[in-house]
């Protein structure tokens, strides 16, 4: 799993869904994890395993996979959640992990 | 209240060695992997290593190995950083992580603030 790519940007309006992608070899074999990054801040998780949420993510977003391909969904996207967000892929075979490329959200 | 909190960041001259810090408090610190990510200025994460919950085994990214140590003392709650050979490249803000395997592989559910390594003459 050398490389994760995602869209480096993609905006959507108030109040409406956003699905974000991330593509890697690794991805087939092991459950990509979902990260918000707000400027000036640590990133913070907001899915993993199959569809899981930490306790104080909202329900509005959830995650899946297809293939190669996970995605994270944000349905009635809210202001806040304008920020950066990035997958992580793990390579079972050594246990090395790569983050994806970002993805920037813009809440128009 | 949980919380890692990094340091041993600053400016290096290139070729120099430097080595960062991370203490945990607020969990059982000695039962979890850990893990450091970084970020240069403007970009993206990228995973550097990680260690397991008793420090036998190790992991790196491969465009670092041989510069890097990760390493752990368990007894003080602390994450190390050993990183030598200092380039432009490494310039970053380093963050640690930590993985709770009660969640699966790869939820870095708490992360510290970062300490900003700088190499620079």
């Known amino acids: 799993s050398s490389e994760v790519t995602q869209d480096p940007a993609v905006s959507v309006a108030l109040g409406q869904t956003v699905r974000i992608t991330c593509q890697g070899d690794g991805i087939t074999t092991s459950y990509a994890t979902w990260f918000q990054q707000k400027p000036g801040q640590a990133p913070r998780l907001v899915i993993y395993g199959k569809n899981n949420r930490p306790s104080g993510i909202p329900d509005r977003f959830s995650g899946s996979r297809s293939g190669d391909t996970a995605s994270l969904t944000i349905t009635g996207t809210q202001a806040e959640d304008e920020a950066d967000y990035f997958c992580t892929s793990r390579d079972i075979d050594n246990n090395r992990f790569v983050f994806g490329t970002g993805t920037k959200v813009t809440v128009l | 209240q949980v919380e890692m909190v990094e340091s041993g960041g600053g400016v290096v001259q290139p070729g120099r060695s430097l080595r960062l810090s991370c203490t945990a408090s607020?969990?059982?610190?000695?039962?979890?992997?850990m893990h450091w990510v970084r970020q240069p200025p403007g970009k993206g994460l990228e995973w550097v290593a990680s260690i397991w919950y008793d420090g036998s085994d190790k992991s790196y990214v491969e465009s670092l190995r041989g510069r890097i140590t990760i390493s752990r003392d368990n007894s003080k709650s602390t994450l190390f950083l050993q990183m030598n050979s200092l380039t432009a490249g490494d310039t970053a803000l380093y963050f640690c992580?930590?993985?709770?395997?009660?969640?699966?592989?790869?939820?870095?559910?708490?992360w510290g603030q970062g300490t900003a390594v700088t190499v620079s003459s």
């Open positions: 607020g969990f059982a610190f000695g039962t979890y992997g």
């Open positions: 992580a930590r993985e709770n395997l009660l969640l699966g592989y790869g939820a870095f559910d708490i």
